[in-house]
């Protein structure tokens, strides 16, 4: 009998199978006093039997993991499968109630976020936002009090002048269109502008700076063959045309200005500003997606690059910032569509993700690494201010940092202006967090 091997099943990709609470974790250092609130962390988390020849590493069942933090202690650690779809049906729990959107109990597996008061559970391609509660138990789906057309995304960027949520947001369903969303303080889509797309792209994140928004059409795009046989159904089409559009952010379909460039996939923006004329948009950039490797993203090593948008003569400029395998890269999100200096990147490549983690200087160039460790793999690194007053790269880098030797994992934070030297405090977590996606530092209510 032939055994399929599946490299998103094993190691650290693997899933836990059990939800643990633990309480007064122990620590080694000191946790700064000014983190008063929850890490938290979303990823998939296959339940019940998945077969292997066929499983997409993004279509296992939702998990959030966190950690509470305050007074500098270390709470408490819970790890939650998020209750929609299979769950409801391996767990034997009530369904939670609330709105299914076009019969797609998606899982809520790659982003977890606070706003208007909520903890939210995200997922794109029509799947809807799950509200979960302080300790992260699944409330109810939402669709933002019924403002909300579709599914949502992934990846909100939050407005740091208006605290509002900007998506891009997309579903097959849609046929050649995508929906510019946005979400105001109180929780409500506010505003819904579609906007043409020369197929139906996967289209993970957006860009946002002070007055426009970019927009990615790239050759990752629905599989209808895929979808028939219950596969993840998005596919590298090399017949597709690569393009950006940037759209002022009170335009609409007919105001977007659409950029050739050169094919390549992009899961994840650093940061998008304005430069006059122009916009600047840094980012990941992959060679490919989907293309032979249909159960994950490894179609070659993503590098860090720039597109700078010229308004005035509809040109584009593409420049690598650093040909080093990574990503899932963030920022001080301060400063969220305006100029900045400082990104923060997870060391990945051909068959690995993560280990060190890097800080880049991108006025200088310069980047400094940090080394966990032998046998250690990091995840998305995010950063937060010590203060709400204090410089861009005064406060503290927090991740998951995943020990082959003893398989468990630490929640360990850096000081970013110290980024190389040893962790402020590393958290010792009663179980591994497996390999996942996306996550933020949620501060408690002043």
């Not at 007064?24 to 019940?48: C, E, K, M, W, Y």
């Not at 991740?399 to 003893?406: I, K, L, R, S």
Request: hydrophobic share 35%; charged share 25%.
């Amino acid at each position: 009998m032939t055994v399929v091997e599946n490299r998103y099943l094993e190691g650290n990709f693997a899933p836990v199978t059990e939800e643990v609470t633990a309480t007064d974790l122990p620590v080694t250092g000191t946790i700064p006093a000014s983190l008063q609130g929850r890490f938290l962390r979303n990823g998939p988390n296959p339940i019940g039997a998945v077969d292997p020849a066929t499983y997409h590493w993004f279509g296992g069942e939702g998990m959030v993991h966190g950690v509470r933090l305050a007074e500098g202690k270390a709470d408490w650690y819970r790890n939650r499968w998020v209750r929609a779809g299979k769950v409801l049906e391996e767990l034997h729990v009530p369904d939670p109630g609330g709105p299914i959107h076009s019969d797609m109990d998606f899982a809520a597996n790659t982003n977890v976020i606070g706003h208007a008061g909520k903890t939210l559970a995200i997922v794109e391609a029509g799947g809807r936002p799950i509200e979960l509660s302080y300790e992260l138990d699944t409330l109810r789906r939402g669709d933002f009090d019924g403002t909300l057309p579709n599914g949502f995304t992934a990846h909100p960027k939050r407005d740091p002048k208006t605290g509002e949520l900007h998506a891009v947001c997309y579903w097959w369903g849609l046929g050649n269109q995508v929906q510019y969303i946005v979400v105001d303080t109180a929780g409500k889509v506010t505003r819904v502008v579609p906007i043409e797309t020369t197929g139906a792209p996967m289209l993970h994140d957006m860009g946002l700076s002070e007055q426009r928004i970019v927009v990615l059409d790239l050759p990752c795009v629905f599989d209808l063959d895929l979808a028939m046989a219950g596969r993840f159904p998005y596919k590298w089409d090399p017949s597709y045309p690569a393009r950006m559009g940037v759209m002022p952010r009170e335009g609409g379909n007919d105001d977007v200005k659409w950029f050739d460039i050169d094919p390549c996939y992009v899961f994840h923006p650093m940061n998008t500003f304005d430069d006059g004329d122009r916009v600047v948009f840094d980012a990941v950039r992959h060679p490919r997606m989907f293309a032979k490797e249909l159960n994950g993203p490894n179609e070659g090593a993503p590098t860090l690059d720039r597109w700078t948008f010229d308004l005035s003569n509809g040109k584009v400029v593409e420049e690598r910032l650093d040909d080093r395998g990574q990503e899932f890269p963030r920022h001080d999100e301060r400063l969220i569509g305006k100029p900045y200096r400082y990104g923060y990147v997870l060391e990945a490549g051909p068959n690995v993700l993560g280990g060190g983690v890097i800080k880049h200087d991108l006025h200088t160039g310069a980047s400094e690494r940090h080394d966990f460790g032998k046998g250690t793999h990091a995840a998305e690194p995010v950063f937060v201010p010590a203060s709400d007053d204090a410089a861009e790269d005064d406060g503290y880098v927090i991740t998951f940092v995943y020990d082959e030797g003893t398989n468990s994992s630490d929640l360990v934070i850096l000081h970013a202006q110290d980024f190389a030297g040893g962790p402020v405090a590393s958290v010792h977590l009663p179980q591994r967090v497996p390999y996942g996606f996306h996550g933020n530092w949620v501060p408690d209510p002043a």
